[in-house]
């Protein structure tokens, strides 16, 4: 069991996708690429199956193998945070346990939004939820129809249980909400940025902590990162603005961000099918053009910048390509 102490968020967390088969099977081998490539992209942890590991779509016994498995093949080299992501307060309460027990570092969890909660019930529900685990816990929180969980919710959560220990926030001008929330806390409960990093940039000078991106643009956005946080910020918006187009045209959809994602681990060598499973979007000749566009545009990046397209080797890989 993993001790509190021992995770120290300071950059990036990428979502790990959940690789599939022609066949839609999860391909368990690839996952183990997954993690290694992550390792290698020098990010601080990985976390799944989260929205972009496509978890509505996976059985409780994928969903459930897949925290084991990751923890398998992360082999103690990065934590390992295993999402939790459930309405009922008794599933979440169990898989947690699971999770834990699988050696899973740390648990996410997202806010259910299913339906409109006041901050008094959603108090519960993670309070049952912390009180159930020993790892430290994760909230995510997107709620585009209105305001995330305030402040006070954050200090009040983690006075009653220290192991809460970050929260992960999805909206646009969200600084002054991150500094409230370091300041509400003495800095105890960090800050971090998800929405495919897309507003990295304008949040840590507010003092973030760290961001949860997709895993395919992990490394560029790690140079990113260490480059702002040492005050390099010409240095890293340089980066960023290469990277930015092919996440804000992935987000428009979550479905159209598997495909954009996939395909551009594909194309560096990392995966060997870009399967996203049923129900997904039929991309027309426009989209798919436009994604490997922009993905051509991430690769060249990596040329200039003299990062490796697949900086892996295993006997498995495939040589990277790309996708015209």
């Given at each position: 069991?993993?001790?509190?102490?021992?995770?120290?968020?300071?950059?990036?967390?990428?979502?790990?996708?959940?690789?599939?088969?022609?066949?839609?099977?999860?391909?368990?081998?690839?996952?183990?690429?997954?993690?290694?490539?992550?390792?290698?992209?020098?990010?601080?942890?990985?976390?799944?199956?989260?929205?972009?590991?496509?978890?509505?779509?996976?059985?409780?016994?994928?969903?459930?193998?897949?925290?084991?498995?990751?923890?398998?093949?992360?082999?103690?080299?990065?934590?390992?945070?295993?999402?939790?992501?459930?309405?009922?307060?008794?599933?979440?309460?169990?898989?947690?346990?699971?999770?834990?027990?699988?050696?899973?570092?740390?648990?996410?969890?997202?806010?259910?939004?299913?339906?409109?909660?006041?901050?008094?019930?959603?108090?519960?529900?993670?309070?049952?939820?912390?009180?159930?685990?020993?790892?430290?816990?994760?909230?995510?929180?997107?709620?585009?129809?209105?305001?995330?969980?305030?402040?006070?919710?954050?200090?009040?959560?983690?006075?009653?249980?220290?192991?809460?220990?970050?929260?992960?926030?999805?909206?646009?001008?969200?600084?002054?909400?991150?500094?409230?929330?370091?300041?509400?806390?003495?800095?105890?409960?960090?800050?971090?940025?998800?929405?495919?990093?897309?507003?990295?940039?304008?949040?840590?000078?507010?003092?973030?902590?760290?961001?949860?991106?997709?895993?395919?643009?992990?490394?560029?956005?790690?140079?990113?990162?260490?480059?702002?946080?040492?005050?390099?910020?010409?240095?890293?918006?340089?980066?960023?603005?290469?990277?930015?187009?092919?996440?804000?045209?992935?987000?428009?959809?979550?479905?159209?961000?598997?495909?954009?994602e996939k395909r551009l681990l594909l194309a560096r060598g990392i995966l060997q099918e870009a399967v996203v499973r049923q129900l997904t979007l039929k991309l027309d000749k426009h989209i798919e053009d436009r994604i490997s566009f922009l993905n051509g545009?991430?690769?060249?990046?990596?040329?200039?910048?003299?990062?490796?397209?697949?900086?892996?080797?295993?006997?498995?890989?495939?040589?990277?390509?790309?996708?015209?």
């Amino acid at each position: 069991m993993a001790e509190m102490n021992e995770i120290h968020v300071n950059g990036i967390i990428p979502i790990i996708p959940t690789p599939f088969t022609a066949e839609e099977r999860v391909d368990w081998p690839s996952l183990g690429r997954l993690v290694d490539f992550a390792f290698a992209a020098g990010v601080c942890a990985v976390c799944l199956p989260a929205f972009a590991s496509e978890f509505y779509k996976l059985s409780e016994r994928e969903r459930l193998r897949l925290v084991a498995e990751a923890v398998h093949d992360s082999v103690g080299r990065i934590p390992v945070f295993a999402q939790v992501n459930f309405v009922s307060a008794t599933q979440a309460v169990e898989t947690a346990v699971e999770v834990q027990e699988a050696g899973a570092s740390a648990i996410a969890a997202a806010v259910p939004r299913m339906f409109a909660f006041g901050e008094r019930d959603l108090f519960l529900y993670f309070d049952r939820l912390l009180s159930a685990i020993d790892i430290p816990l994760l909230i995510q929180d997107f709620n585009p129809s209105g305001s995330t969980v305030s402040a006070r919710f954050v200090s009040e959560l983690h006075r009653a249980h220290p192991h809460f220990k970050w929260i992960k926030l999805e909206e646009p001008m969200m600084s002054s909400r991150v500094t409230e929330i370091l300041d509400a806390t003495a800095g105890e409960v960090g800050v971090l940025e998800g929405w495919g990093g897309m507003y990295m940039l304008d949040l840590i000078p507010a003092g973030i902590c760290g961001v949860m991106p997709g895993l395919a643009v992990s490394d560029l956005l790690a140079v990113v990162f260490k480059l702002a946080t040492a005050g390099d910020m010409a240095g890293a918006y340089k980066i960023f603005e290469s990277v930015l187009p092919q996440i804000v045209f992935s987000l428009q959809h979550m479905e159209l961000f598997h495909h954009a994602e996939k395909r551009l681990l594909l194309a560096r060598g990392i995966l060997q099918e870009a399967v996203v499973r049923q129900l997904t979007l039929k991309l027309d000749k426009h989209i798919e053009d436009r994604i490997s566009f922009l993905n051509g545009q991430i690769l060249d990046l990596l040329d200039r910048l003299g990062l490796p397209l697949n900086p892996i080797h295993t006997p498995t890989s495939t040589e990277p390509h790309r996708i015209r």
